[in-house]
């Protein structure tokens, strides 16, 4: 198991899928589909074209860690998912890994609203030869020097930016700098100190925090590796909304991940608790007793209790069943009024503030 962690840890190419280092001159295929992130089942292609339909030219090809693009390559080329191939850029080549060939390409366009004439896609010029895979592990294993001695000039300019990862072209003439700030960072000073240091076109990408969490990885709060670094593509908003609707205590140290925004988890059971959510009252309905008016605290969605307490004293809790506090709705529509909400009460609870001193402005800062 070290050793299999060791070998991870001197490959450069893992965060682009490969599970070893590119051999530029072996006669079989130096790659095949393996544990990367970005790797997808092309379960279409099994299914024989009908015939009188030209087969897709577009072929979608990944780089490093989370970044995928769709080019244009041609029929007789005949791509394969795992083949190398230099591709068109801006200025000159890079290199990148077919991940996806066939009618599947479609699909994946039209549900990236990718709406591209074919003929501006870029092209694939041929499949890597030996000679572009050399200069392609040439240019790989610069980017970590690269990324210690870009933060060494950011430190000595000192500008109030993180730089996060740094992306080689295959060509070795052009470099991606992907960095994070919280306000907008003057580096044209910087671009300048940068091409000198590397010899190599220059090109900013700003990026979030929830991208940053993603290249850099972690363990997060459930003790399993983030789901942003492992598996996680495409980010959905996520509010305090969310925390509201799962009755979760607004407490930002629990609620953020380690992006410092709200967790993506909080996405994933969200549309259950909505279904589960309009078979209990509305919040803002008061039951009335003879002791009291009664106000909603929260709710226990899965065990179907609503927790209420009176409003002159709402210090503590009763927890009532949903059969139940709909039973004294209905009876306060009748007219009839219950004595007290202890006689229909299943637990009492003393009242705890998560979220003392924090303002609105405090909460909805984590929203994304």
């Not at 490959?11 to 001159?25: L, V």
């Not at 699909?107 to 200069?135: C, F, G, H, N, S």
């Not at 709402?314 to 219950?338: D, Y």
Request: proline letters at 3%; hydrophobic letters at 35%; charged letters at 35%.
């Amino acid at each position: 198991m070290e050793e299999n962690q060791d070998k991870i840890l001197k490959n450069p190419f893992f965060t682009r899928g490969c599970s070893r280092i590119p051999e530029p001159y072996a006669e079989e295929a130096i790659y095949r589909n393996s544990c990367a992130k970005l790797d997808c089942r092309n379960w279409l292609g099994d299914i024989v074209q009908p015939e009188g339909i030209a087969a897709n030219e577009i072929v979608e090809i990944r780089f490093k860690n989370s970044r995928k693009d769709f080019f244009r390559a041609p029929a007789e080329m005949k791509l394969e998912t795992g083949d190398f191939v230099a591709v068109e850029s801006s200025p000159g080549h890079d290199i990148g890994i077919v991940s996806l060939t066939g009618e599947l390409v479609r699909l994946q366009m039209k549900k990236k609203r990718y709406k591209y004439p074919l003929d501006e896609l870029k092209r694939v010029y041929r499949r890597a030869r030996a000679a572009d895979i050399e200069k392609w592990l040439q240019a790989v294993v610069k980017e970590d020097k690269a990324l210690l001695t870009t933060k060494e000039i950011i430190r000595k300019q000192r500008l109030n930016m993180k730089m996060n990862d740094i992306e080689y072209q295959g060509d070795n003439t052009k470099a991606i700098f992907y960095y994070t700030a919280d306000d907008r960072v003057d580096f044209r000073e910087l671009i300048k100190l940068l091409a000198e240091a590397f010899r190599v076109r220059i090109e900013m990408k700003q990026i979030g925090a929830r991208q940053e969490a993603a290249r850099l990885g972690g363990i997060g709060s459930c003790g399993r590796e983030l789901c942003c670094a492992t598996w996680l593509t495409n980010f959905r908003s996520v509010t305090t909304r969310n925390a509201r609707i799962q009755q979760l205590s607004l407490n930002p140290q629990k609620l953020a991940g380690q992006c410092g925004k709200l967790k993506c988890c909080l996405n994933y059971e969200n549309d259950v608790y909505i279904e589960a959510l309009k078979e209990f009252p509305d919040a803002e309905t008061t039951l009335q007793t003879k002791k009291g008016l009664v106000e909603f605290q929260k709710a226990d969605v899965f065990k179907k209790v609503v927790w209420y307490s009176y409003k002159a004293d709402n210090s503590s809790m009763m927890a009532i069943p949903v059969a139940k506090a709909w039973e004294i709705i209905k009876l306060n529509k009748k007219g009839q009024i219950p004595d007290k909400l202890e006689d229909y009460a299943e637990k009492l609870e003393q009242k705890t503030e998560y979220n003392q001193g924090l303002t609105e402005e405090d909460l909805t800062r984590f929203d994304d």
